[in-house]
Structure formats: structure tokens, C-alpha cells
């Protein structure tokens, strides 16, 4: 759209520029037609003419020279109006050029910025692709490390198993040693009442033969 409006306000521009040219050069002709020598002749002439012979030529000539002058003063205001005009047009043009050159550095540095944000996008994405490539080996080695604790669990539920068994065992063993000691206690105290009572038949025994 923009491009557009350029195209259109240049086009204005040089219709501007070819009509100030045209009146430029209208100007230079009548500038030219004051001096031609018919008039410096005329006007050497005029007080020599007779008053009353040439009192038509002269109004008419006087009428004539008004009407330069008026188209004269046309043309001169008209020459002050486009040399406005072109003064305008220049300031345009020069807003225009410091507009386009502008936008013609925002488009780079907004180029740039793209290349950057491109740049720092790809840079983005490897980060990413690095991220869940290792979230994936997290991921795997969680799972190994549940599938080792769930292992270990296991092999400790089996020793606290197993230790309660032997634990059961030794109590029992403890219980056999304990039965086992007092039976041996008894029998030893059994053994020495017979021994006892042995020496004592002995003795009666000795005690009779020798009657």
C-alpha cells in the first residue's frame, strides 16, 4: 500500500514539475517579447506621434501593454507559486528519501533481528532436542533404578524372612540347650547320688565280709 501511495505522489510530482517547467518557459518568452526592438522602437516613437493621428494605435497599444502586464504579473505570481510549489515538493522529496532510508534501515536491522531470532531458535531447539534426549535417559534410568529397589526390597523382605527363621531356629536351639544342659545337670547330680550310695554299699559290703 505504501508503495503504492509513492508511486501515485511521484507521478503527481513530475505533473507538478512539467507545468512549472511550461510556465518557467512562458515566462522566459514574455521576458523576452519586452525587449524585442518594436518596442523600444514604440516607445522612442510614442512622444513623437501625433496625439490625434494615432490615438486609437496608442489606446490600443496601451490596452495591449496592460494586458502584457496583467499576463506578465500572472506569470510572476504564477512562477512564485510553483517556485513554492517546487520548494515544497523538494521538502517532500527530502522527507520522502529521509523516510525511505528509514525504513530501508528498520527492514535491515528488522532483518538482522530475524537472522538473530533464527539463530537463537535453532540454538533453542538443539537445547530442547539435548533436554529430552536426557530426560529420556533419566526416564530409563529411573526405571532401571525402580526395577533395582523393587530387586532389593525383595532380597531384603527374603534375609528378614530368613533371619526371622534362623532367629525361630536359635531360640529353638537355646531352648534344646537349655532342656539339654539341665538334663545333663541332673544326671550329674543323679551319678553322684549313685556313686554316693555306691561307696556307701561298698563300705556295708566291706563292712560285712569282715564280720
Same mark, same amino acid.
Given at each position: 500500500?505504501?508503495? !503504492?501511495?509513492?508511486?501515485?505522489?511521484?507521478? +503527481?510530482?513530475?505533473?507538478?514539475?512539467?507545468?512549472?517547467? &511550461?510556465?518557467?518557459? *512562458?515566462? #522566459?518568452?514574455?521576458?523576452?517579447?519586452?525587449?524585442?526592438?518594436?518596442?523600444?522602437?514604440?516607445?522612442?516613437?510614442?512622444?513623437?506621434? *501625433?496625439? @490625434?493621428? $494615432?490615438?486609437?494605435?496608442?489606446? #490600443?497599444?496601451?490596452?495591449?501593454?496592460?494586458? &502584457?502586464?496583467?499576463? $506578465?504579473?500572472?506569470?510572476?505570481?504564477?512562477?512564485?507559486?510553483?517556485?513554492?510549489?517546487?520548494?515544497?515538493?523538494? #521538502?517532500? +522529496?527530502?522527507?520522502?528519501?529521509?523516510?525511505?532510508?528509514?525504513?530501508?534501515?528498520?527492514?535491515?536491522?528488522?532483518?538482522?533481528?530475524?537472522?538473530?531470532?533464527? #539463530?537463537?531458535?535453532?540454538?533453542?531447539?538443539? @537445547?530442547? $532436542?539435548?533436554?529430552?534426549?536426557? &530426560?529420556?535417559? !533419566?526416564?530409563?534410568?529411573?526405571?532401571?533404578?525402580?526395577?533395582?529397589?523393587?530387586?532389593?526390597?525383595?532380597?531384603?523382605?527374603?534375609?528378614?524372612?530368613?533371619?526371622?527363621?534362623? !532367629?525361630?531356629?536359635?531360640?529353638?536351639?537355646?531352648? !534344646?540347650? &537349655?532342656?539339654?544342659?539341665? +538334663?545333663?545337670?541332673?544326671?550329674?547330680?543323679?551319678?553322684?547320688?549313685?556313686?554316693?550310695?555306691?561307696?556307701?554299699?561298698?563300705?556295708? +559290703?566291706?563292712?560285712?565280709?569282715?564280720?
Amino acid at each position: 500500500v505504501f508503495q !503504492e501511495f509513492r508511486q501515485r505522489a511521484f507521478a +503527481k510530482r513530475q505533473q507538478q514539475l512539467t507545468a512549472m517547467k &511550461v510556465l518557467q518557459r *512562458n515566462c #522566459a518568452a514574455y521576458l523576452r517579447l519586452r525587449n524585442w526592438q518594436w518596442w523600444r522602437l514604440f516607445t522612442k516613437v510614442k512622444p513623437l506621434l *501625433n496625439s @490625434i493621428r $494615432h490615438e486609437d494605435e496608442l489606446l #490600443a497599444k496601451e490596452a495591449e501593454l496592460t494586458k &502584457v502586464r496583467e499576463k $506578465h504579473l500572472a506569470a510572476e505570481n504564477r512562477l512564485t507559486e510553483m517556485e513554492t510549489m517546487q520548494s515544497q515538493l523538494m #521538502a517532500e +522529496k527530502l522527507q520522502l528519501q529521509e523516510q525511505l532510508q528509514a525504513e530501508t534501515e528498520l527492514c535491515a536491522e528488522a532483518e538482522e533481528l530475524r537472522a538473530r531470532l533464527t #539463530a537463537k531458535k535453532q540454538e533453542l531447539e538443539e @537445547i530442547c $532436542h539435548d533436554l529430552e534426549a536426557r &530426560v529420556e535417559e !533419566e526416564e530409563e534410568r529411573c526405571q532401571y533404578l525402580q526395577a533395582e529397589k523393587k530387586k532389593m526390597q525383595q532380597n531384603i523382605q527374603e534375609l528378614e524372612e530368613q533371619l526371622e527363621e534362623e !532367629e525361630s531356629a536359635r531360640q529353638k536351639l537355646q531352648l !534344646e540347650k &537349655v532342656t539339654t544342659e539341665a +538334663k545333663l545337670k541332673k544326671l550329674e547330680e543323679d551319678q553322684i547320688i549313685m556313686e554316693d550310695q555306691n561307696c556307701k554299699l561298698a563300705k556295708e +559290703k566291706k563292712l560285712l565280709e569282715d564280720r
